[in-house]
C-alpha cells in the first residue's frame, strides 16, 4: 500500500465520542475548549460555531482551542464544575469521569467507521454520568508514531527500534500496557506539553494523529513518521450536564440536531486533512516511513496479548465490547 493510500485509510476506523452542550435563557455564552487546532476536532468547533450563530442567535459559542483554557486534565475538570461549559478532547482524557467506557473506546481493534457512529452514541448516551452528557461522535484519524527527538537521527522501522524510547501515550492501558511489552517506557502526557518534552528529551516519540503531528510542528523536533494502523482515536465532546438539562427543550433538540449535522460534515472535511497533513509533514523537511507488513502483524499481535486480560478481567467492559461489536456488525 503506497503512502498516500496508507494516510488517506487512516482516517477510517475512528471515532469521536461526544457529550452535551448549554444552557439558555437570554444569551447563553458556550465556552467550546479543545487541545489541537488546525485539525478535525477544531474545524467541528468552527462548524458547530458557524451553525449556531446562524440557528440560534441565543447561544453565543465562544472558541478556546490549543490549550488556551489549560492542560487536558484541567478543561476536564473545568466541564466537571462547570466552569467550561463544552470540550473536545481524546476520550481516554475523560476516563476521570467514566474510567470503564473511557478506555474501552480506546480498544486497539475496534474498526469504527463514519456509519458507525450513531450506533456508538445510543451505546453511550444511556451512561448515567452526573457531570457531563453525550451528544454526538464523529471520525478523526488513526493515530501514528512521531519519532523521534533529533538525538537519535533514525526512523523506527522495527518494533526493536522502540525498545528504550520514552513514548508518550494516552492516559489508557490500552496504548500504555503494549507499549511495555515493547520495552518501551509509556508516559502519559496532555497535548501542550508534548511538544516541548520532544524538545528537550523527555520523551523520544509520540502517539498521535498525523494531523495533530503536522498542525503543531512535531516535524521541527521529531521529523520522522513510522505510520501505524494499531489504535483508533475515539474523541469526545464533553458538556456540562447541568447546562444542557437547564435548557429549554426545543433548544437542546435544536442544539443537538446540529451537533448531528455538523458532525457529517467535520468527517468528509477531515478526510482530506490527513492528505494535508502529510504534504504538510514533507514540505517541511519531514519523513513518513509505513511499518512493514511484518512489523505491523507482529505489533498487532504485540497489542492483543499485552491487553488481552483488560477485557477478559473486567466483566462491566467485556459486556460493552460484546453490544458495542454487534452494533458495529
Known sequence: MNIRRKLLSCILGCAVLGFGLPTVAQEQKLKFASATLNDVQHQYQMMFKDRVSKELPDVAVELYPASQLGPIPRMVEGVMFGTIE???????????????????????????????????????????????????????????????????????????DLAGLKVRVLGTPFQIEPMKA????????????????????????????????????????????????????????????????NLPDETRERLQNIAHEVESEAVNWGLGDVQRAADAWTANGGSLTPLTPDAEESLQAVIASSTAGLIENNTVLSAEVEALNGLLK
Not at 88 to 101: E, M, R, Y
Not at 127 to 154: D, G, N
Not at 182 to 193: F, N, R, Y
Request: charged content about 10%.
Open 182 to 245: 515493547l520495552g518501551a517506557t509509556p508516559v502519559p502526557m496532555p497535548l501542550s506539553e508534548v511538544m516541548p518534552a520532544l524538545q528537550t528529551g523527555a520523551i523520544d516519540a509520540v502517539i498521535a494523529a498525523p494531523t495533530v503531528a503536522a498542525a503543531f510542528r512535531y516535524y521541527d523536533a521529531a521529523p520522522y513518521m513510522a505510520m501505524v494502523d494499531s489504535w483508533p482515536l475515539i474523541v469526545t465532546v464533553a458538556t456540562s450536564s447541568n447546562w444542557l438539562n
Open 86 to 160: 463544552s470540550f473536545i478532547t481524546a476520550t481516554a482524557f475523560l476516563s476521570q469521569v467514566d474510567p470503564g467506557s473511557r478506555h474501552l473506546m480506546s480498544h486497539p481493534f475496534l474498526k469504527i467507521r463514519p456509519r458507525h457512529s450513531n450506533c456508538c452514541h445510543l451505546m453511550y448516551s444511556g451512561k448515567e454520568l452526573k457531570t457531563t452528557a453525550t451528544l454526538v461522535i464523529f471520525s478523526q484519524s488513526r493515530p501514528l508514531f512521531t519519532v523521534q527527538t533529533r538525538s537519535f537521527q533514525k526512523p523506527i522501522k522495527s518494533l526493536q
